[in-house]
């Protein structure tokens, strides 16, 4: 005797509550995971813009010997105080290299001094009462006024916050990004390949399998005195260089790397192995000609999220000494260097409350390269993804 | 993936030998009479001998797939292997061509010889086996290269061609040969994928021709392509029994019936009878054949 439709309904309002209860619960979670999101987000550009934003002055340079001697006396005196120190300093320097400017006075834009710039952000700044008056007359002159802060891109670190930038912490973490992916891609590729490819299904596979899955979830910081120990200590890398951060880093990448390749050789379909045996290909050959060429865009995105994973990494950077002040990148890979997160985690351990702002503008550029990064890895995948 | 071959598991009273007078005496002769005597087509049986298999025992593990098979294939002949799902067709196919090697817990004891050698002996390179026993599989799987590429690739890679114009030669031949070519001929460089199921498969036909086997083994060639295309791949196999020998696994008994010469009938993992198609269908000689063939059971 079977019910009819009306008396199944009723039975089931139960069942249809808790299935709509479950689905606003984990839209719920969507929607908190979001809120967490965009607050953080939105917390650092407001922390960081003032970072892109540097205030300048407009004042008289008079270039004569006097101010070969003395670059103070270059400028007026009320103004005096308003500029930055580092100008001051650069004005010996472009005497040389120009010799037409001796003689002359020129009217150029500088960099104003730190508490200046704090002062036209809004911030607490340790500006005297008069130079404030005197700040606000040439705001209405409009000879004072906040510009793009192209320095922060261009320019290393510097002791003075107006004239601190990112560009040799980028450099640092460029070429240490070179050395981890020259080291932990091919030997991390041809692992997978032989794990995956060419290894007997034998207790000793599953054990090697197993450490490999281990060691990714190794805290970094124990690769950094691994570091430590053996390649500065054994080996006598240079502390502080980009050869010793990025060999340490290619280890923390390597169980990524071979972790993302074998689920990429993995998702080749037996089908077409058993083609290229068909025809008579040995297996070198069914990987090389058939399986790799296939598996690749997975190879990549996963390498490229490995790549932006060690981007990241600080702790084991720190142990091996990249937080090195380094206001002018070498390109050497032997010279002392840092890395951005090295670079912001210094930056956030000044006492100037003027690097603040440099170490939120220092995780937006970070966080932009790393979304760019990402979003390379997908469209990637993306592209290349087949239906088989 | 393994790479394990058989030889450490394979049990036999003396070293494999290539002198054939060795190599048969230890072995039971043609196939016993209640298995049905195959037709000799003439008195000397060994010019048209293509594959023989004496006591071939195939064990999965723990469970044994395939019991004591002995049985002659022809050459130029299309050969069927029928019976129910499960019985050991396909793992007896690919027993030709050792494509069960890459399977780890495959363990094989007993004589497949071709050309007067043990193919499972210790001093036979499956790669060289492979290369004169070509296999065509039932879900058509052409490489992911150009059309072009899947049927190069393999002459190319045993050094059979090696300038542009006999490559393209050889692929235009293939390609006939396997019926494809006016369908494929403008458009060579279009991804191997691009072609329907039949046209996938003629793709895999010429593929496997390209590299001129002597033996091809087709795994239910057709269980996957509709009555069209089916019908094309049966014409070709008549067609290309001319220049090689075809060994087929059909879950299709009408099939059998009209392409094969000689049909064996597998069961559980023994191999019933063989026989000429026209009279195991006319006159089987088991009931086994006879309950299957009649449709009694599937």
Redesign the interface.
């Known amino acids: 005797m079977s019910q009819s439709f009306e008396e199944i309904s009723a039975q089931l309002k139960k069942r249809h509550r808790r299935s709509a209860r479950m689905k606003w619960m984990t839209m719920g979670a969507l929607i908190l995971a979001a809120v967490f999101l965009v607050f953080f987000i939105s917390d650092m550009v407001v922390r960081g813009w003032p970072a892109f934003q540097q205030a300048q002055i407009k004042v008289d340079i008079t270039y004569n010997e006097q101010s070969k001697e003395i670059p103070l006396a270059a400028v007026n005196e009320t103004v005096r105080p308003l500029v930055s120190r580092g100008v001051f300093r650069t004005l010996p320097q472009r005497m040389e290299s120009n010799p037409e400017l001796m003689g002359t006075t020129k009217t150029q834009w500088v960099i104003a001094d730190s508490p200046v710039d704090q002062y036209l952000q809004g911030n607490k700044s340790e500006l005297s009462a008069e130079a404030r008056e005197v700040v606000d007359r040439l705001v209405r002159q409009g000879r004072a006024e906040l510009k793009f802060n192209t320095r922060f891109f261009t320019a290393g670190d510097s002791k003075m916050p107006e004239l601190a930038g990112i560009a040799a912490a980028a450099i640092g973490t460029l070429m240490t990004m070179l050395v981890t992916m020259s080291v932990c891609f091919p030997i991390g590729v041809m692992t997978a390949v032989y794990l995956e490819e060419f290894a007997p299904d034998n207790k000793l596979t599953q054990i090697v399998e197993i450490n490999i899955n281990n060691l990714a979830a190794v805290p970094s910081i124990l690769f950094g005195l691994l570091g430590l120990a053996i390649y500065i200590g054994f080996f006598g890398v240079p502390r502080s260089s980009p050869l010793v951060g990025g060999l340490t880093l290619a280890l923390m990448t390597l169980p990524v790397i071979i972790i993302s390749t074998r689920a990429a050789l993995r998702s080749v379909p037996d089908s077409i192995r058993h083609a290229a045996f068909g025809v008579g290909c040995s297996r070198w050959q069914v990987v090389r000609d058939h399986v790799l060429p296939v598996s690749l865009p997975g190879i990549l995105t996963g390498s490229i999220i490995g790549l932006a994973q060690a981007m990241g990494e600080t702790a084991p950077l720190i142990l091996v000494g990249m937080v090195a002040f380094i206001p002018e990148a070498s390109m050497t890979l032997t010279d002392a260097s840092t890395v951005m997160p090295a670079q912001i985690f210094t930056w956030a351990s000044e006492p100037d409350s003027a690097f603040a702002e440099k170490t939120a503008g220092g995780i937006l550029v970070l966080l932009a390269v790393l979304i760019f990064l990402n979003a390379l890895a997908v469209w990637l995948r993306n592209k290349f993804e087949r239906r088989w | 993936?393994?790479?394990?071959t058989l030889q450490d598991f394979q049990t036999q009273q003396e070293p494999p030998m290539t002198s054939e007078g060795g190599a048969r005496e230890q072995y039971s002769d043609a196939p016993t009479p209640d298995k049905g005597q195959p037709v000799t087509r003439n008195e000397n049986v060994e010019e048209n001998l293509s594959v023989r298999v004496r006591d071939l025992n195939l064990w999965y593990g723990e469970h044994q797939a395939l019991n004591d098979i002995s049985i002659d294939i022809f050459a130029n002949t299309v050969t069927a292997l029928i019976g129910p799902s499960g019985c050991g067709k396909s793992t007896f196919l690919r027993c030709l061509?050792r494509?069960n090697d890459?399977i780890?817990t495959v363990r094989i004891k007993g004589l497949v010889e071709m050309d007067g050698r043990d193919v499972n002996a210790r001093g036979m390179d499956e790669?060289?086996l492979?290369?004169r026993v070509?296999?065509v599989?039932q879900?058509p799987?052409?490489?992911?290269k150009s059309i072009y590429e899947n049927v190069a690739?393999?002459p190319r890679?045993?050094d059979m061609v090696s300038r542009k114009a006999d490559q393209d030669e050889l692929v235009e031949r293939a390609l006939r040969d396997a019926g494809l070519w006016n369908e494929v001929k403008d458009k060579l460089y279009e991804p191997g994928t691009s072609l329907s199921g039949g046209q996938q498969q003629r793709l895999?036909i010429a593929?496997?021709i390209a590299?001129q086997p002597d033996i091809i083994l087709m795994d239910e060639p057709t269980s996957a392509l509709d009555p069209i295309s089916t019908a094309t791949i049966e014409d070709l196999m008549d067609k290309l029994k001319k220049d090689f020998t075809i060994v087929t696994v059909t879950h299709n008994m009408q099939q059998a019936a009209r392409v094969a010469d000689y049909t064996a009938f597998f069961h559980l993992g023994d191999m019933i009878e063989y026989n000429a198609t026209k009279q195991m269908f006319a006159n089987p000689h088991t009931k086994k054949a006879e309950d299957y063939i009649t449709g009694r059971y599937g």
Not at chain 2, 141 to 144: D, G, K, L
Request: glycine share 4%.
């Open positions: 993936m393994n790479d394990t061509n494509m890459l780890s790669v060289a492979r290369r070509g296999m599989f879900k799987n052409p490489f992911p690739y393999a890679m045993h895999c593929r496997a590299v």
